[in-house]
């Protein structure tokens, strides 16, 4: 399946993570296979890993490729982030406190961290990474929206100051390594692009463009020693080709799994199938600039003429969960609300209620993710019967994307994905003024509830301020919701101490691979 | 009009209606050829009365049974969507005729007239002619029609003008190769010499006389429209989803190799049998049509 350019859409408003996972397999992961040590490392040998594409860059601030921060999530560290129940840990920062007034942040810095390159880590780098994304508009400076000033009083110490009380603060800073922390002469050199300079498990040591990147042990990481030797990231874009490499144990590790393949592989002994909830959402949206979609009892047609299970059967064939809201079941902040059934008379009289007998729709479709072609194809069926004519147009993500943000749609159907924060999975998509509210949604109440979930600081009260919001915006149909997919890689038996994660984060920090 | 005009005229028509009654009766003599004849008719069948023919509707989806391998309720089986296989590939045969005909019809009327003025005009209009046709020539025809979709983007008119300009430099070249040699007969200069007008000549004269070639590269040509429209719909560039087409099927089955045989087996086999059918006409008609082929058989 496609991954690339799924980060796209995620950089440019996602969030953070939050989600219990249901255990994988988690071997003890000691094994030791001197034959293969090269440095660092304490022998667990090469894992070589296949991901769908080859990163734009790597960059961690500039690229939005989520292939980029495949590899990334690697090589960088944030200042606190997400562990399995996706729940905020210290990483770079020891400890934190919050002022009364909750509008200052002090951070105490984890001491004795060396880059990369051997040199000190310090408050400055954090003040450098984090200014640099502010000041040049960079792609995650969204984050930063609520954030006044960042300080660094001593070499230890960061304080941040914030306009009002930002409860999801900690998210937006650890929530993906795209706030990784860099190195101000590895960025001024340029080399950052090729070879970044972190902190993290593994160091960058080849970029081969086109072909591979190989990452090596970082012996002095402050998290212990990684134990395998190092990570070769190979790019294979297509995912049977990928599927073979692995049983014929080229790779030992692959995101590319054909969803349909599933069943098969769960079979498979030589293989560790790795399936969990994830957080991402997929979503139909009806473009309310243009008629007949601005009468919400037409979107209401639509999303009752519509078979939820049999799209998330014929898209995913069984491994996602239906949902009508955007946060998942496995997330603190669910709320469980199923407004639509399936029900073709009672979208036939909603049409007839809002006076539309027939209406052609283009439907906005992507061969980068051939599940918004299978759908408009179900679609064009299930539509074709209330009386609205459905044309399939598709193109590649650069052009759906452009074609989105130029309103050149009525109907298109797309995934968010790495989302934690509930202002994630709704600000910028239905808020009026939101950056990704491409489908012109505008609710004053919702307006209202978004703006107070974000200073909200009760968790009981906030939570309460998004099912509200997100009630309205099913009701109303601004986004269509779908299902939550589930996050599916499969790996050697080999590889141990390896768990997937409903973040799509992919860490071998703790892996190793027998001979 | 003349008398000798008139007299020019009988003497091209009477000179050929022999062949044609003798090309005729060889092709029908050949089993393969009435193999050939019953395919294509199917075909045809299935593209003028396909919604009578198929069970279901081409678009029906019922994901329930998605998957159901062939049998009494799905002669070909269900796809992915549960839609019915066998339905599909009958409602296939119109877009694909379409396609195949009207390029192929494009590339006839084109590539033909550009040949024949080439090769009766020769000079600076063979040479602008010809050296354009040599150009096309230098792309593979695929990279071209490609290139053509591309910029025109994709859907059926597309295919159907790409397939079309990627094919007319054949039907030039194998047009002018004949015009060059026609041109020197003794009827041509009598025409000449009578005063016809050049229009008249090319139409009247030169293309009766050029017709045997460009008639089997027309039927060899319905072949690779075929293949080619498979090619463009397999590469997403054809026939637009959910409307049916063979080449959009096995794109679409390649994912579910695993799942379902059938997926790709019928598509594929119908795309198989229809190209043979028309390279195996082609191959009858050339070996009637071709004067030295006959002569071998006649003696």
Redesign the interface.
Known sequence: MARRGKWTALAAAAGALMLALTACSAGSGVNVNPSTVTSGGTGGGTLVAAIGGQPDQLDPAVTTSYNSFQVLENVYDTLVEPDQNLAMQPALAESWTTSDDQLTWTFKLRQGVKFHDGSDFTSADVVYSYDRIIDEKLSPSWRFSAVKSIKAPDDSTVVITVKSPSPNLLANLGGFKGLGIVKKSNVTSGDIKTKPIGTGPFSVEKFTAGDSIELEANPDYWGGAPKLDGVKFTFIPEP?TAMAALQSGEVQWTDSV?A??VA?LKNDNTITLGQVGSNDYWYLALNQAKSPWKDVRVRQAVAYAI?R???T??TKYGNATVNQLAIPKTSQWYTEYAPFTFDEAKAKSLMAEAGVTSANMTFLAT?DY?ET??V???L???L?KIGIT?K???VDFATWLDEQGKGNFDLLMMGWLGNIDPDDFYYGQHHTDGSNNYQHYSNAEVDRLLDAGRTETDQAARKDLYAQAAKIIADECSYIYLYNPDVLQVWSTKLTGYEVRGDRAIRFRTASLAG | MSAAQVTADTAAVTGSAPLWRRSLKALLASPVVWFCLVVLGTVLLCAVFGEQIAPQSA???D??R?FTPPGPDAWMGTD??GRDVFSRVVLSAAPTLQVSVTSVGIALVVGVTLGLLAGYYRGWVDVVVMRVVDVMFAFPVMLLAIAIVAVLG?GLTTAIIAIGVVYTPIFARVTRASVLSVREEPFIKAAKSLGARDSRIIFTHVLPNVSAPIIVQTSLSFAFAILSEAALSFL?LGV???DPSWGRMLFDAK??L??GWWLSVFPGAAIFITVLAFNLIGDALRDVLDPKTMTKERA
């Open positions: 049977s054909p349909q393949e098969t078979d299970d049999a799209i059967q014929a061969s051939p072609v299978t408009g194809q179900l064009a069926d299930a074709g459905v399939i147009k598709t | 678009n029906e989806t994901v329930s998605a992915d969507l994709a997403g637009q989803p959910p994912s579910f695993n799942q």
